[in-house]
C-alpha cells in the first residue's frame, strides 16, 4: 500500500465499533483505546473517558498563551452492517477499488475524523508544534443519539473551553468542489398508534360495522400534507425563518440538483413541497416523512382481517427557527382532530434535536473557507445548509457557546449508512491537508480579532 496514513485508517476501520449492538460493546470500547493510543503515538496527551454507555476519548497538545483553541469533533461509532448481503466486499475488512475505499466507518465518521488526526500528526513530525491549541473530542454514540455527550460536557466544560469547534461529519456537494455547511436541519421523532377492536375481526362478519385501524391510520398519513406537497398542519410553519435570496441564488449555482439526486437515488423524478427547487427544499424547508408502517396480516397469501391495531413511525425535519416540541404538539393536536370515533389514538413522541444556523461570513468561517480554498483551488466554495441532522451541534452551543464550522469531506454518492459506504482516498489525503490549512486560518483570524 505504501501509505502509511492509509494503513492506519484500515486498522481504525477493521474495528466493528456498531455502538447500537450490546454484543458489540467490547469492539466499541477496544477501538476507543486504539485511537487513544494513536494520539498519544503522534504526541498528544489522550485519555479514555467512561460514560454510562460507551466512552469518550479526550486528546490535547501542550495549551500556549496567544493561541486560539480548537476543538475537532467526530465519533468513532458506526452504523450495523446490515444488509451484509449488499456488500461488495466485507464490510469491516476496508478495500481500495478504483481509487475509493469501501468499509463501514470509512466516511461516517472514522475516514473524515481520522484526516484530521493524521494531518495533525503530519505537522507535529514536520515542524514539532502547531500553530493552535487543540482539542480532539471522539464519542462512541453519535449514530445512536450522543446521550451520553451532553452531560460529559457539562463535567469537563472548563477543560473542554474553546474557541470554535470544526466538524468534518457532512458532505461536499461534488467531486473537487470546497463545501462550508452553516446550517442543519433539526429532527423530530413521533410514533402513532391507531387502535381500534379488542382482537383481530373477521373482516366478512365485520367489515363495513366497524373502524378499520389501517385505512384510518392511511387516512390521517394522508392529512399530513396539501395536494401542493406543503405540511397541511396548522402552526407547523410558525418561527420558519424565509430562505434570503443570497441563499437561493448560492444554490442555484451549486453543481448538484435534481438531475443527480434523480440519478443517485433511482427515482424517475424528485418531488415535494410546490414554489422550491430539490435542493431549497433538502436544505431550507421543514418536512413530515413516514419512516414505517405497520399492522395486520403481512405474511404470504391472504387472511381476510380487521387489524385490531396499526401503527406509523414519522419524523419531522425542521428549519430556523423551529423548535421540536411545538411541532410534535401541533402534529399531535393535528392527528387527534382527524380522528374517527371507534377508535382511540396513541401518541408517543421520541428523540429530537433543535435545527442550526451559523453565519458563514463569522471570522472563522471566512477561515474556514479560505482553508477550503486553498486545499481545493479553483472552484469558489459552496456556502449550504444539510438536510440532516447533528444534534451535538446545538448542544456545543448552548454548553460550549461557540460556532461549529462543518467542513464535509464526504461526496453525495458515499451510501453513509448503507451496504458499500466509501470515501475517496483522494478526499482522505485532502481532509489531512485541510486540516493543516483550517488550523493556520484560524491561528491567523485569531490574531487579527486580537489586533481589532
Not at 469547534?165 to 461534488?174: E, H, L, P
Not at 366478512?204 to 396539501?226: D, E
Amino acid at each position: 500500500m505504501n501509505n502509511p496514513s492509509l494503513e492506519l485508517l484500515f486498522e481504525f476501520l477493521r474495528f466493528p465499533s456498531v455502538s447500537t449492538d450490546p454484543l458489540r460493546s467490547q469492539q466499541v470500547g477496544a477501538c476507543a483505546e486504539w485511537l487513544s493510543s494513536h494520539f498519544q503515538s503522534i504526541g498528544l496527551s489522550s485519555a479514555v473517558y467512561p460514560t454510562p454507555g460507551h466512552p469518550v476519548v479526550v486528546a490535547r497538545n501542550a495549551a500556549k498563551p496567544g493561541r486560539p483553541t480548537v476543538l475537532i469533533y467526530g465519533h468513532y461509532d458506526v452504523q450495523p452492517e446490515d444488509p451484509v448481503g449488499g456488500w461488495s466486499s466485507a464490510p469491516f475488512e476496508p478495500e481500495v477499488r478504483d481509487g475509493i475505499l469501501y468499509a463501514r466507518g470509512s466516511a461516517d465518521n472514522k475516514g473524515q475524523i481520522f484526516a484530521h488526526v493524521r494531518g495533525v500528526a503530519t505537522a507535529l513530525a514536520e515542524h514539532g508544534d502547531l500553530p493552535v491549541n487543540l482539542i480532539f473530542l471522539v464519542e462512541g454514540e453519535e449514530e445512536i443519539g450522543s446521550p451520553n455527550l451532553e452531560a460529559f460536557l457539562q463535567e469537563h466544560r472548563e477543560a473542554l473551553r474553546c474557541d470554535v469547534i470544526a466538524v468534518s461529519d457532512t458532505g461536499m456537494v461534488a467531486p473537487g468542489v470546497p463545501t462550508l455547511t452553516y446550517g442543519l436541519r433539526g429532527i423530530a421523532a413521533m410514533e402513532v398508534w391507531v387502535k381500534g377492536p379488542s382482537v383481530d375481526l373477521h373482516s366478512g362478519i365485520y367489515g363495513g360495522a366497524v373502524q378499520n385501524p389501517a385505512t384510518v391510520l392511511a387516512r390521517l398519513l394522508a392529512s399530513l400534507h396539501a395536494v401542493d406537497g406543503s405540511v397541511a398542519v396548522d402552526g407547523f410553519y410558525t418561527g420558519v425563518l424565509p430562505l434570503q435570496e443570497w441563499e437561493r441564488e448560492a444554490w442555484s449555482r451549486v453543481p448538484f440538483g435534481e438531475k443527480q439526486i434523480e440519478a443517485s437515488t433511482g427515482v424517475a423524478a424528485v418531488g415535494g413541497e410546490s414554489g422550491f427547487t430539490a435542493l431549497e427544499r433538502i436544505w431550507g424547508r421543514p418536512t413530515a416523512e413516514v419512516n414505517g408502517i405497520g399492522g395486520g396480516f403481512q405474511g404470504e397469501g391472504t387472511k381476510t382481517i380487521i387489524p385490531r391495531e396499526a401503527f406509523a413511525k414519522l419524523t419531522f425535519r425542521l428549519v430556523p427557527a423551529q423548535e421540536p416540541a411545538a411541532v410534535l404538539e401541533a402534529v399531535e393536536r393535528h392527528l387527534q382532530s382527524q380522528c374517527p370515533p371507534g377508535v382511540t389514538l396513541d401518541v408517543r413522541h421520541g428523540h429530537s434535536g433543535s435545527p442550526y444556523i451559523n453565519d458563514p461570513e463569522s471570522a472563522y468561517g471566512m477561515a474556514a473557507q479560505k482553508a477550503l480554498q486553498r486545499v481545493l483551488p479553483g472552484v469558489g466554495v459552496a456556502l449550504i445548509r444539510e438536510g440532516g441532522s447533528i444534534p451535538i451541534v446545538n448542544t456545543f452551543e448552548r454548553v460550549l457557546g461557540v460556532e461549529t464550522l462543518l467542513l464535509g469531506l464526504a461526496l453525495p454518492n458515499c451510501r453513509a449508512h448503507a451496504p458499500d459506504e466509501n470515501f475517496p482516498v483522494a478526499n482522505f489525503e485532502a481532509g489531512m491537508a485541510l486540516n493543516q490549512a483550517l488550523l493556520e486560518e484560524i491561528a491567523s483570524a485569531y490574531r487579527q480579532k486580537a489586533g481589532a
